[in-house]
């Protein structure tokens, strides 16, 4: 059984910056396509952000509403995925959550979701 852990959130200003993590159980994180998803209150979970590769590079890719001020890495030593988020604004303030890639396209595992407050 994989567990996903998010951490990290809180109630910031506009314009401040947070950054979370996702801490994942298994051996064979680094092979796995790791995704951000957030879901604000009356709305649908949205895409935010993903990293995948082989385990030795990797390639990520953002949502445009995020894209120039969210960025996504790993540790896999660590096995933790993390989300820089700068620039915050009020419409980034959503539940984010952290997703395992099942290799198909969709998302297996999900962590419990941490939540990002931006006030204006």
């Known amino acids: 059984q994989v567990q996903l852990v998010e951490s990290g959130g809180g109630l910031v200003q506009a314009g401040d910056s947070l950054r979370l993590s996702c801490v994942a159980s298994?051996?064979?994180?680094?092979?796995?396509?790791m995704g951000w998803f957030r879901q604000a209150p009356g709305k649908e979970r949205e895409f935010v952000g993903t990293?995948?590769?082989?385990?030795?590079?990797?390639?990520?890719d953002y949502a445009d509403a995020v894209k120039g001020r969210f960025t996504i890495s790993r540790d896999n030593a660590k096995n933790t995925v993390y989300l820089q988020m700068n620039t915050l604004k009020p419409a980034d303030t959503a539940v984010y959550y952290c997703?395992?890639?099942?290799?198909?396209?969709?998302?297996?595992?999900w962590g419990q979701g941490t939540q990002v407050t931006v006030s204006s």
């Open positions: 997703a395992r890639g099942d290799g198909s396209g969709r998302y297996d595992y």
């Open positions: 298994g051996r064979t994180f680094r092979s796995y396509t």
């Open positions: 990293i995948k590769g082989n385990g030795i590079t990797y390639i990520v």
